[in-house]
């Protein structure tokens, strides 16, 4: 089983900071994915990245996905408040019997203060 | 837009009964898959089926069965349920087994065993 470590677990920060999330692993991925969830709702994608040094950003949050394709990190800058969520990272392993499987991280709860 | 609906928000069932969750998709999707999700854990992959009566273990697959009998529809089910399956049960699907399709989730079964 491939596992991905996720980092920090807990994110208590004030509106405007930066922050960066971590996801690593031994394993290599052929993509990395980012997802949010806000309670009572399911994950929903943020974003998919499938090169290794991929940078892709969405409004205030850049994501990169490592040379290896074993790490990835979201960045937040000038944190809001409408951030505050669950933020899961998940990887995708390549070959005709992953079937779309996804390994997920443990994820990081962020909570961004007034 | 995809919608994945579950049929249940909330569960309370007794130690050894047989419960059921429901999960049904309407975007055509040919994968769909069942996690759990608690805290610190991030989602596990406990079953999921790439075509109608198909199905393959996850990475929990113990006291879980499933039924996929047509494709819109994936049954988790507890043949006996315990309290260590209280948890929250999150189920997705996919279009296509490729390495970067996002999953769309439901919003989540929260099951308690008591």
């Known amino acids: 089983t491939q596992l991905l470590e996720q980092s920090p677990q807990f994110l208590s920060i004030q509106e405007g900071e930066n922050l960066t999330v971590y996801c690593n692993s031994s394993?290599?991925?052929?993509?990395l994915q980012w997802y949010r969830q806000e309670p009572g709702e399911g994950p929903v994608l943020l974003v998919t990245?499938?090169?290794?040094?991929e940078v892709k950003k969405l409004k205030r949050l850049t994501f990169q996905f490592g040379d290896a394709r074993k790490d990835s990190s979201l960045h937040i800058t000038a944190a809001q408040p409408g951030d505050t969520g669950l933020y899961l990272c998940?990887?995708?392993?390549?070959?005709?019997?992953?079937?779309?499987?996804?390994?997920f991280g443990q994820g990081t709860i962020l909570t961004v203060h007034p | 837009d995809v919608k994945v609906t579950q049929s249940s928000r909330y569960l309370v069932k007794r130690t050894g009964e047989k419960v059921f969750l429901e999960c049904v998709q309407d975007?055509?999707?040919?994968?769909m898959f069942w996690y759990r999700q608690d805290p610190g854990l991030g989602l596990r992959l406990i079953y999921f089926s790439y075509d109608v009566k198909m199905k393959e273990k996850g990475d929990i697959p113990e006291g879980y069965s499933v039924s996929r009998e047509k494709k819109e529809r994936f049954s988790l089910i507890l043949e006996s349920a315990s309290t260590n399956q209280t948890s929250m049960y999150l189920c997705?699907?996919?279009?296509?087994?490729?390495?970067?399709?996002?999953?769309?989730f439901g919003n989540g079964t929260r099951l308690t065993v008591t």
């Open positions: 975007m055509d999707h040919e994968n």
């Open positions: 997705a699907s996919s279009l296509v087994a490729h390495r970067s399709s996002p999953l769309h």
């Open positions: 990245v499938v090169t290794g040094g």
């Open positions: 998940a990887g995708g392993i390549a070959g005709g019997t992953s079937y779309g499987k996804l390994t």
């Open positions: 394993s290599v991925f052929s993509s």
